[in-house]
């Protein structure tokens, strides 16, 4: 059974920093020609869709980044691949959202449009809250 519990969350001024932990258990990471296994963080602010924030999958160079985001936060993992990360940095009020992990087999045609989406993914954390206040 695939588990995803966040931290990291919590109060952070403008122009200030935070970083999220995703601890991913049960989840098995496979690849082949059509889909790759993937983590990724998502917000949702109130009355706002589900927004995808960044992607790393196994064998890609590196995330993907909404284009919100780009140069203000990183997606990371750690060796073992048990844990993902999201820096966030240069923080304004837009940021404030519950933010969730997220894990799934992503076709590798949704990964090329750039642009994921909740549907893409199984399964799902509970969220931690972000507030950013100027």
């Known amino acids: 059974q695939v588990h995803l519990v966040e931290s990291g969350g919590g109060s952070a001024m403008a122009g200030g920093s935070l970083r999220l932990s995703c601890a991913a258990s049960?989840?098995?990471?496979?690849?082949?020609?059509?889909?790759?296994?993937?983590l990724a963080w998502f917000r949702q602010a109130p009355g706002r869709e589900r927004e995808g924030v960044a992607v790393?999958?196994?064998?890609?160079?590196?995330?993907q980044y909404a284009d919100s985001v780009k140069g203000r936060f990183t997606i990371s993992q750690d060796t073992s691949m048990k844990m993902v990360y999201l820096e966030m940095n240069s923080l304004n009020s837009e940021d404030t959202a519950m933010y969730y992990c997220?894990?799934?087999?992503?076709?590798?045609?949704?990964?090329?449009?750039?642009?994921?989406?909740?549907?893409?993914?199984?399964?799902w954390g509970q969220g931690t809250q972000v507030t950013v206040s100027s």
């Open positions: 790393i999958c196994i064998g890609g160079s590196g995330g």
């Open positions: 997220a894990a799934g087999s992503v076709l590798h045609s949704r990964l090329q449009t750039g642009n994921i989406e909740a549907g893409d993914f199984t399964y």
């Open positions: 049960g989840f098995t990471y496979t690849m082949n020609r059509i889909r790759t296994s993937c």
